[in-house]
């Protein structure tokens, strides 16, 4: 398999290419990808990580936005070992992929500017997965890591953790891109909870309930909520509507939104 012809990176796609050898070698290895895997890379870019993913796997699926790009990754690897789907990730049926497979790996260095709505799309398809390898701004990974009562908590932090175990690998430093970025990166593995996840009434709820929380972080919940549920209602659940919503663990969330969609009579399991 040739390599890929060295385009110059694009600003409207926030393309920072992985060029570290060191780091690509841990994170292939943080994966641990075994022959029969079922991968499929986000934003595979000049193909840093796909060449040594294709080593180990029989076949690759790879989405990638810059067609160009996208050309040459065609070029370089024969369609029988990897898959391109020319697309931008956030528009990708996931789910569609080899069949509705519930066993997908997904990978990727994703772009920073779009880093959360790629995360919520994916959590989205938490049926189809297996795990999530991604590398991020090393800032979004502590929020996704985050635990309650801190500064990075919010609702980056429940809304990932109530789908999936969040564990924050290693970081990344700036110089093992090209072009340089300005921030440090982390790369992150997700695993659905499987038995282990909260019991959500109607996700849509849940997710509404988080936001609100989150939309000010300064209000408590009593202020925060008060458009969803009542102070009294929040003190039957054991909860305080005196404290502020960082201070609450997932699982609080989950039983407010569950009594919220109760009183709605909604039910929509995610």
């Known amino acids: 398999m040739s390599s890929l012809p060295q385009n110059r990176p694009r600003k409207r796609f926030s393309q920072n290419f992985l060029v570290d050898r060191h780091y690509i070698e841990r994170i292939v290895a943080a994966i641990g990808p075994a022959r029969g895997d079922r991968l499929v890379e986000i934003g595979p870019g000049r193909g840093a990580l796909t060449r040594p993913l294709l080593e180990r796997v029989a076949h690759m699926t790879v989405i990638e936005i810059d067609r160009d790009l996208a050309a040459d990754l065609r070029t370089a690897h024969p369609p029988e070992r990897l898959t391109v789907i020319v697309a931008d990730a956030l528009t990708v049926d996931l789910g569609a992929i080899h069949a509705g497979a519930s066993d997908l790996r997904i990978v990727g260095n994703l772009p920073y500017h779009i880093s959360s709505p790629l995360l919520f799309h994916c959590a989205r398809y938490i049926a189809h997965v297996a795990d999530l390898h991604f590398m991020l701004q090393a800032e ?17 932090s429940v809304t990932l953790q109530s789908a999936f ?97 109760l009183a709605q009579g909604a039910f929509a399991e995610s």
């Open 165 to 261: 175990a969040v564990e924050k690998l290693f970081r990344v430093p700036a110089g093992a891109f090209q072009p340089v970025p300005a921030v440090e990166s982390a790369v992150v593995r997700l695993t659905p909870l499987g038995a282990a996840r909260p019991y959500i009434r109607d996700q849509r709820v849940f997710e509404a309930i988080v936001a609100a929380g989150f939309g000010q972080r300064r209000k408590t919940l009593r202020n925060a909520l008060q458009k969803h549920i009542g102070a009294d209602a929040l003190l039957r659940l054991g909860v305080d509507p005196g404290v502020r919503a960082e201070t609450l663990p997932v699982a609080a969330f989950a039983a407010i939104a569950n009594a919220v969609a």
């Open 140 to 156: 979004v990974v502590d929020r996704m890591a985050a635990a309650p009562d801190t500064p990075e908590y919010g609702r980056l």
